[in-house]
């Protein structure tokens, strides 16, 4: 079999190598090198040096809808196009260059949590299961039918970052397993039930501000599904603070939404209906640090009030 991966960050790394165990891979297609770090210097995506790693031919066009990438997969003559986090909407053109089209690895159990960020979504909303679903790419936004689907239970305290290591495991599963039997038409294609879609969109930093008068669950669910990136944030004495992890805690007395209060070795945060348990944090400027670190360093203390 003859196949093209589309692919960008790291979580796509272990499909494109269980690709490679029984393809032979003519094209590896990324998004362009991005400025990183402080000095801005020009970084490759994770694919593409899993790629070069691998002596794959890689492809970064600019442009996806009035390039030439139709034409550069037709050159290929590839059987399939398997797509997993490329980050970008593939116009027609491109869906139909292989013989069997295009076939998406998405990280959540379509029709739910259709979009650019699935993972992170499911763990804000509180879902307690997730997946990885083979799909037939068409025109529409993670519309087309599916072919297999692996679930996976959602940790209580997992974060997006955690979970993405897992799906990323699962989706090399699915591609040992299914993909060929898929590509060879042995399986059927399961229409999805559109009415029960819903949908995980870009995630924007405004989505990242934390409301104390929310619940102590739905705050902490909204911090681990925003953990590594983009992260949770909110004000500490008008300096913007980043949490990085915190903890439910059942049952806790609360008080004014916001307020710290401080326990033996344990900085509490009071909502709406109770606590949570802020456990890392980082101001602006400086470097994470667990959360009785910052109250040893005076920068956090008994009684501040975050968001203000």
């Known amino acids: ?49 899993a790629a070069l790693d691998l002596g794959l031919v890689v492809h970064q066009p600019l442009k996806v809808k009035t390039g030439n990438l139709d034409e550069w997969l037709r050159e290929r003559a590839a059987d399939i196009a398997l797509v997993m986090a490329y980050g970008r909407i593939l116009p027609p053109a491109v869906l139909s260059a292989p013989i069997r089209g295009c076939m998406n690895l998405h990280a959540s159990l379509l029709p739910r949590w259709r979009g650019a960020a699935p993972i992170n979504w499911s763990i804000i909303h509180g879902d307690h299961e997730t997946g990885v679903c083979l799909m037939q790419m068409d025109e529409g936004l993670d519309t087309g039918p599916v072919y297999a689907r692996r679930a996976i239970p959602i940790g209580d305290a997992e974060t997006a970052g955690e979970l993405a290591q897992r799906l990323a495991t699962t989706a090399a599963e699915l591609v040992r397993s299914e993909l060929l039997h898929a590509v060879q038409g042995e399986l059927d294609g399961v229409p999805q039930r559109h009415e029960q879609a819903s949908y995980a969109p870009p995630l924007e930093r405004s989505d990242g501000a934390l409301n104390f008068s929310k619940t102590s669950r739905d705050l ?89």
């Open 1 to 49: 079999m003859r196949a093209v991966f589309f692919g960008t960050p790291a979580i796509a790394i272990p499909a494109l190598h269980a690709l490679a165990e029984f393809a032979e891979i003519v094209g590896v297609v990324c998004q362009p090198d991005r400025p990183a770090g402080r000095g801005l210097t020009l970084q490759p995506p994770a694919v593409k040096q």
């Open 220 to 308: 902490v669910n909204l911090i681990r599904g925003l953990s590594p990136r983009p992260s949770a944030h909110t004000l500490l004495n008008g300096r913007p603070l980043k949490v990085a992890q915190a903890r439910w805690l059942p049952a806790r007395p609360g008080g004014e939404p916001g307020r710290v209060s401080v326990y033996d070795k344990q900085v509490l945060v009071s909502t709406i209906d109770g606590a949570f348990e802020l456990c890392r944090a980082q101001l602006e400027g400086r470097k994470e640090l667990r959360a009785i670190d910052l109250v040893n360093g005076r920068a956090l203390k008994d009684g501040d009030v975050l968001g203000h």
